[in-house]
């Protein structure tokens, strides 16, 4: 299996604050793998999500995205690669306020400028529509739930087909049935063939994942691994919190 | 303006002159005086005019002589009622023998000081005096005027008097209106009273003695409007985005109970408080920085006696009304934000493209208006055809003889020099006559009429031309007002009782001369000779050849002949306006682009912090901290462009226009200026300088961009 991700004794220390986020991690993430990071707040989970997408330096270390060492990338190839092999999802939506649901998915297909304009807005249909929110992308921002937010969110880290989808708590910020919808999209772009690489609290969501990263301290303490077969849904998420009482979590 | 109407309160100069040399008789003018009501006063200003060569200044350091001076010298004593001289406290002086007063613009042009000794030598005749005053006069304190007076005292005046100079009369009478002068100047015309000399209204009299003041006040009033506006500016947009702001602390507020007007009372409190501070210290910086610009003329027309009321209260009123335009808009916003419900408040999101757009739009425009127009007015004034504009032709070297007895023979001479200096390449000459005109009322009025090829004089006209033929007339444009006449208007005039019928071929502004003057190609047949003039072209314009010219010249004619380089007589007469507009102009330069340095930086950095979290994920998506830095340089910088070409153009194209009116609302004489015409310091160097230093800040605070990490987002 090909390796996406492969981060050597990465340490990450903030300016005014003495101990590091992170201590020596070492990890790797292969293509198709579904993988979540959990820990206590202030264990680093953040810290190790945007270290790895590239969004935020590190102090040491090498990180190695499909073997390119991002750790020296320049912000013009970083920025290149976010927007090509990378899609985010945050806890909020984070979308432009001065552009409508649909300019905001359509963003980063028109930075890419690998394909006209009329390609992107039929892509951006075909996957709101996949995404149940054909009927919105001319509203705005504010005019839509959070739920709604969110899917459009999706779809903007999908419009120009990504290897990865990184998410921070995505499902953090909605109310359970909204949670459940996005949860559900979330597994099937994995079982589609996108890596998904994802900090959460939501052991309902985590329990969906191939591999679960424990961290503490800003080490990785523990790892969880199911197949996705051996079990029903609510079989694998009593399993992981029986393990995650194990971890003291 | 008020310290120039101040001196004149004080000095009391008459409202209407009439220069005489030779015999008076006082008899005839007293009568004049008693027989018109409109006249409260009359009195004889006895003047000696003496050559700037025959007075020599020593100073510790150095010995001079006034001889490069164009004014003409005029030695007087004090009259304590009318017309009098004032020390530089702005107070009536009576010189005791031996001790001279100056003039303070020589003060300023020769750096005289208290103490210096002047001589005047003439032959064997000669005096010293001791420099024990500055004079204020308000007659002629400016080197507009064609004269400046030194004080001495009465005994000594008696000495002087027969031995050295030129004797000349000012005849000078008061109204209890001084409009009324204008009227007053035919009737003396009229009467056939003593007149070899200008006649001066008091209107003319105070246009040249403040001119340059009223240039500076319409400047400072332009910038003053410039920078309100600025501010206004300023002020809503820094009010309207605090608000946004603190939007979701004032739903927050209502949402646990308190009312709008505690809300209110708590926000405007603040505003308040703001306004309060920032007003003060305007109003302490406005009381410092106004000295700066009115140094000159506090020098040369004293401050104006100002009340209490005046001088706190006027600039008090303009910080006040600052202070409630910022309380009126904080209040009016925060009215405007308490009609919103509270999930309004907490949810809104904010909207304020189109007002970021006209902050920059407006500050830009402003900056490029502010800085061209004056700048403009500085280059218009200081290039050598702006004389043309005050009624005065263009040529190397200008020569006037007034008549007198032995006028002929000394206009004869002046012609042969003419024709024998091989360094003249040509000359016009011009005949000053004076005349008389039917006015509409069928009165008679006199009018001094210059008659010569003035086509190739280079005079602007204000509407119309140059006379080219017989029976046409061109008129100042004060003569235009007196009597109401256009461009194509019919004016008769009377010769030898006869009415002749011409037609009024041009109007344009003349302060020279007093500035009732008119100009013929032909002489319809006046025989009234006031004065000859010439205008002299040389070959060779250097500097050196232009003296040596007028050496031979005055060699070559008598005295009372007056020569001058024109070159010389504009940069003299009109160095204290040019230096004023020049300091003002540069002034007005530095402090603009200081502050579209300061506002673009306050627009750039609060813009790009208001948007972090927007170009935080910008950055998370895939764009480069170079891409979004670019995205705004592009922006802002389009905005700013289009701004500054259009204000450059609308400074350069129409701006002369906007002075012109306003001089022609402040009704100072002057109703026309144009500007040079394409200049690179204001069609490319100054609205360069704004742009360079809107891209400098911009491109720095944009780097800023570089920092933002969608790790510090805030929850939207």
């Given at each position: 299996m090909q390796r996406i991700i492969e981060v050597n004794q990465v340490t990450k220390s903030y300016q005014n604050e003495r101990e590091a986020v992170l201590k020596d991690v070492n990890l790797t993430v292969e293509a198709g793998e579904f993988v979540v990071v959990m820990g206590p707040s202030g264990s680093g989970k953040s810290s190790l999500l945007y270290a790895i997408s590239g969004m935020d330096q590190v102090s040491s270390g090498q990180i190695l995205f499909n073997g390119l060492d991002i750790t020296k990338a320049t912000d013009e190839e970083m920025s290149h690669l976010r927007l090509v092999k990378m899609g985010f999802v945050f806890q909020h939506a984070y979308l432009l306020k001065n552009k409508n649901i649909c300019e905001n998915i359509m963003l980063p297909g028109i930075r890419l400028k690998n394909r006209t304009k009329e390609v992107i807005i039929k892509e951006t249909n075909e996957l709101m529509k996949s995404m149940g929110i054909e009927g919105i992308g001319d509203h705005t921002v504010s005019a839509v739930s959070g739920g709604q937010l969110q899917r459009a969110a999706i779809c903007r880290a999908l419009i120009n087909r990504p290897q990865i989808i990184f998410g921070d708590e995505p499902t953090g910020a909605l109310n359970k049935r909204a949670s459940t919808e996005v949860m559900e999209i979330l597994c099937r772009l994995n079982k589609q063939g996108i890596t998904l690489f994802l900090v959460t609290h939501d052991a309902a969501l985590a329990a969906k994942a191939d591999r679960i990263i424990f961290l503490s301290d800003g080490r990785i303490q523990s790892e969880f691994r199911q197949k996705r077969w051996q079990c029903d849904s609510a079989e694998r998420t009593d399993r992981l919190n029986g393990w995650l009482q194990n971890q003291g979590f | 303006?008020?310290?120039?109407?101040?001196?004149?309160?004080?000095?009391?100069?008459?409202?209407?002159?009439?220069?005489?040399?030779?015999?008076?008789?006082?008899?005839?003018?007293?009568?004049?005086?008693?027989?018109?009501?409109?006249?409260?006063?009359?009195?004889?200003?006895?003047?000696?005019?003496?050559?700037?060569?025959?007075?020599?200044?020593?100073?510790?350091?150095?010995?001079?002589?006034?001889?490069?001076?164009?004014?003409?010298?005029?030695?007087?004593?004090?009259?304590?009622?009318?017309?009098?001289?004032?020390?530089?406290?702005?107070?009536?002086?009576?010189?005791?023998?031996?001790?001279?007063?100056?003039?303070?613009?020589?003060?300023?042009?020769?750096?005289?000081?208290?103490?210096?000794?002047?001589?005047?030598?003439?032959?064997?005749?000669?005096?010293?005096?001791?420099?024990?005053?500055?004079?204020?006069?308000?007659?002629?304190?400016?080197?507009?005027?064609?004269?400046?007076?030194?004080?001495?005292?009465?005994?000594?005046?008696?000495?002087?008097?027969?031995?050295?100079?030129?004797?000349?009369?000012?005849?000078?009478?008061?109204?209890?209106?001084?409009?009324?002068?204008?009227?007053?100047?035919?009737?003396?015309?009229?009467?056939?009273?003593?007149?070899?000399?200008?006649?001066?209204?008091?209107?003319?009299?105070?246009?040249?003695?403040?001119?340059?003041?009223?240039?500076?006040?319409?400047?400072?009033?332009?910038?003053?409007?410039?920078?309100?506006?600025?501010?206004?500016?300023?002020?809503?947009?820094?009010?309207?985005?605090?608000?946004?702001?603190?939007?979701?602390?004032?739903?927050?507020?209502?949402?646990?109970?308190?009312?709008?007007?505690?809300?209110?009372?708590?926000?405007?409190?603040?505003?308040?408080?703001?306004?309060?501070?920032?007003?003060?210290?305007?109003?302490?910086?406005?009381?410092?920085?106004?000295?700066?610009?009115?140094?000159?003329?506090?020098?040369?027309?004293?401050?104006?006696?100002?009340?209490i009321l005046e001088a706190i209260g006027i600039p008090l009123l303009g910080a006040v009304v600052v202070y409630v335009t910022i309380v009126i808009s904080a209040r009016r916003i925060l009215k405007k934000d308490m009609t919103l419900s509270i999930l309004e408040l907490l949810m809104r999101t904010n909207s304020e493209t189109k007002r970021n757009k006209r902050f920059l739009i407006i500050t830009s425009a402003a900056a490029v208006i502010l800085t061209v127009i004056p700048l403009n007015l500085y280059l218009a004034v200081s290039d050598s055809s702006f004389s043309t504009y005050m009624g005065a032709a263009s040529a190397d070297l200008t020569i006037r003889l007034a008549t007198d007895d032995d006028f002929i023979s000394k206009n004869d001479r002046v012609f042969e020099a003419l024709q024998s200096i091989i360094e003249i390449e040509s000359y016009n000459s011009f005949i000053e006559y004076k005349g008389q005109v039917l006015k509409e009322d069928q009165s008679l009025s006199g009018i001094q009429v210059s008659v010569g090829d003035f086509e190739k004089t280079g005079l602007s006209y204000l509407s119309g031309q140059s006379p080219n033929k017989d029976g046409e007339i061109a008129l100042s444009l004060l003569n235009a007002e007196l009597l109401s006449k256009r461009t194509g208007d019919q004016l008769v005039i009377s010769l030898n009782g006869e009415p002749v019928v011409l037609r009024v071929s041009g109007v344009y502004q003349d302060v020279t001369n007093g500035g009732y003057t008119a100009k013929m190609?032909?002489?319809?047949?006046?025989?009234?000779?006031?004065?000859?003039?010439?205008?002299?072209?040389?070959?060779?314009?250097?500097?050196?050849?232009?003296?040596?010219?007028?050496?031979?010249?005055?060699?070559?004619?008598?005295?009372?002949?007056?020569?001058?380089?024109?070159?010389?007589?504009?940069?003299k007469t009109m160095s204290s306006l040019v230096n004023s507009l020049k300091l003002a102009s540069a002034t007005i330069w530095i402090t603009t682009l200081l502050l579209v340095g300061l506002l673009t930086m306050l627009y750039v950095k609060y813009r790009i912090l208001r948007e972090k979290d927007g170009i935080a994920v910008k950055k998370a998506i895939g764009f480069s901290a170079k891409a979004v830095i670019r995205e705004y340089q592009f922006r802002m910088m389009g905005i700013i462009c289009g701004a500054v070409l259009i204000a450059t153009v609308f400074s350069n194209l129409l701006g002369d226009k906007v002075v012109s009116l306003l001089l022609r609302l402040s009704n100072i004489g002057i109703v026309d200026i144009s500007f040079t015409g394409f200049n690179l310091l204001t069609w490319g160097l100054l609205p360069v300088s704004i742009l360079l230093i809107s891209f400098l800040v911009v491109a720095v605070m944009l780097a800023e961009i570089k920092r933002f990490k969608i790790v510090e987002m805030n929850s939207f």
């Open positions: - | 303006m008020r310290a120039s109407d101040h001196q004149y309160e004080l000095a009391n100069p008459p409202h209407f002159i009439q220069l005489h040399k030779g015999a008076v008789d006082e008899n005839a003018l007293a009568q004049l005086a008693a027989d018109d009501n409109r006249v409260t006063a009359y009195q004889i200003v006895e003047m000696i005019d003496i050559d700037g060569g025959d007075i020599e200044i020593s100073s510790p350091d150095t010995t001079f002589n006034l001889s490069g001076s164009v004014l003409d010298n005029g030695f007087v004593f004090n009259h304590p009622q009318y017309d009098s001289l004032l020390n530089n406290s702005n107070q009536y002086i009576e010189m005791e023998t031996g001790q001279i007063g100056l003039p303070l613009i020589y003060k300023e042009s020769y750096d005289i000081e208290l103490g210096d000794e002047l001589r005047i030598q003439k032959g064997d005749f000669t005096m010293n005096f001791i420099v024990t005053e500055f004079i204020r006069d308000a007659q002629m304190n400016s080197t507009m005027c064609s004269s400046t007076r030194f004080l001495v005292s009465r005994a000594d005046f008696e000495k002087m008097d027969g031995c050295i100079g030129e004797n000349e009369a000012e005849i000078e009478y008061f109204f209890d209106d001084p409009g009324y002068a204008t009227t007053f100047l035919t009737n003396y015309e009229n009467s056939g009273l003593p007149g070899n000399g200008q006649a001066i209204t008091y209107r003319i009299m105070k246009l040249l003695s403040s001119f340059s003041y009223y240039m500076i006040a319409l400047i400072i009033g332009l910038i003053s409007v410039g920078v309100i506006l600025i501010s206004l500016v300023c002020i809503r947009y820094s009010i309207r985005s605090s608000m946004e702001d603190e939007r979701r602390q004032i739903g927050t507020l209502r949402a646990i109970g308190l009312s709008i007007d505690d809300i209110l009372s708590v926000y405007l409190k603040k505003y308040r408080m703001i306004a309060g501070i920032g007003s003060l210290l305007g109003l302490f910086l406005a009381l410092i920085g106004g000295n700066v610009f009115f140094r000159q003329s506090a020098d040369l027309l004293g401050k104006a006696e100002m009340t190609a032909v002489n319809p047949g006046f025989d009234q000779v006031i004065a000859s003039d010439y205008l002299v072209t040389l070959k060779d314009q250097d500097n050196s050849k232009i003296e040596n010219v007028i050496q031979q010249l005055e060699e070559k004619t008598d005295s009372g002949t007056k020569i001058m380089s024109t070159e010389e007589y504009i940069s």
